[in-house]
């Protein structure tokens, strides 16, 4: 993921929607890791989310800690 930029890439693209606000890309961010949790496992969720999730953070200027934490919430909530 970080070898080939992807990560880089899936941020930018979630950057490029227009989501000035770092609550809504946290909740869209939250929402992707409940969908893809449904379908694979909370752990390889987070593996493959995690550095979309430090990527996203860097662009918006904000802390990457809030958004760890939002994929790990997100993965977490397979029950739903």
Do not use: Y
């Amino acid at each position: 993921f970080d070898k080939h930029g992807l990560a880089e890439t899936v941020a930018s693209w979630i950057g490029s929607l227009g989501l000035d606000a770092p609550r809504v890309a946290l909740g869209l961010l939250m929402l992707v890791a409940m969908v893809l949790a449904q379908t694979t496992t909370s752990i390889a969720t987070a593996v493959i989310l995690a550095p979309v999730a430090i990527s996203l953070a860097e662009r918006m200027g904000v802390s990457d800690r809030a958004f760890l934490m939002g994929v790990l919430t997100g993965t977490n909530c397979t029950f739903l």
